[in-house]
């Protein structure tokens, strides 16, 4: 079962104050000696009641004395630093809450001008019931909504782009054994062209010496290799020289 709160206010009644005084009295006293004992430091505590003739100190009378003399010999400026009383302890509560209340109604704001934002993107138009602060609250949150996009475009202009992590794919190798083919046919075929030239050469060779020897009207026994065996003239067989 979950605790009420309890709610910050004079007791009025005298019975349920005296009870509340020693109840709580109890746990404060057993705060400083935990605060005390946990984190080993100087802590006393003074309690002034109605209902006690004395006031109750804890640790001790001498205890208080000792972190009471340590206090004093502080500087003045260092004493106040931290020093809080009803009042201004109030007043750092209101403080905090009503800056928690702004900061919250902000909040509440631009949720409710984002929402009216998209509902107006949706339907295309601005309604004409509009107020005026509505309109420069929107103006400002789509101003700011801008500017936080051109502020995360140029962000990302200045990281460097990151490479493709798909690999090229890399050229054909060509083997060696294409290669020793393409060079044995590329000699093969020069080495047939000079034995093609030297075969043509020492086959011009006799009919040089053929022809020559015709012109000087020599006896020719020794036939051509391109001619007929069967004529006398060497000639190929042609009716325009007969």
Same mark, same amino acid.
């Not at 505590?45 to 004395?54: E, G, H, L, R």
């Not at 890399?170 to 062209?193: F, I, M, T, Y």
């Not at 040089?208 to 001619?227: S, T």
């Given at each position: ?53 004395? =006031? ?20 003045? %400026? ?81 990281? =460097? ?6 690999? %090229?794919?890399?050229? =054909? ?70």
């Amino acid at each position: 079962m979950t605790r009420k709160k309890v709610k910050l206010a004079f007791i009025v009644n005298d019975s349920a104050r005296k009870a509340t005084f020693k109840k709580r009295k109890k746990g404060l006293l057993k705060k400083v000696d935990e605060l005390s004992t946990l984190c080993g430091i100087d802590a006393c505590a003074i309690i002034y009641s109605p209902y006690d003739p004395q =006031p109750e100190v804890w640790p001790s009378p001498l205890g208080v004395q000792q972190v009471l003399s340590k206090f004093r010999r502080m500087p003045e %400026m260092e004493q106040s630093k931290k020093m809080v009383n009803q009042e201004s302890f109030l007043r750092q509560r209101i403080a905090k809450a009503t800056e928690q209340l702004k900061k919250q109604t902000k909040e509440n704001r631009e949720k409710e001008m984002t929402q009216l934002m998209f509902q107006y993107l949706g339907e295309g138009n601005i309604m004409h019931n509009v107020s005026m602060l509505d309109l420069n609250d929107l103006a400002y949150l789509i101003d700011q909504n801008l500017k936080d996009i051109n502020r995360r475009i140029e962000l990302l202009s200045r990281e =460097p782009q990151p490479q493709s992590q798909t690999p %090229m794919p890399a050229p =054909p190798l060509v083997k060696d054994e294409v290669v020793a083919n393409v060079q044995d046919e590329g000699q093969g075929s020069h080495a047939q062209q000079g034995l093609n030239m030297n075969m043509n050469i020492d086959s011009m060779q006799p009919k040089e010496n053929w022809f020559l020897n015709l012109m000087n009207g020599a006896n020719v026994d020794q036939p051509h290799a391109f001619g007929d065996a069967n004529q006398q003239s060497g000639f190929w067989p042609n009716t325009f020289f007969h």
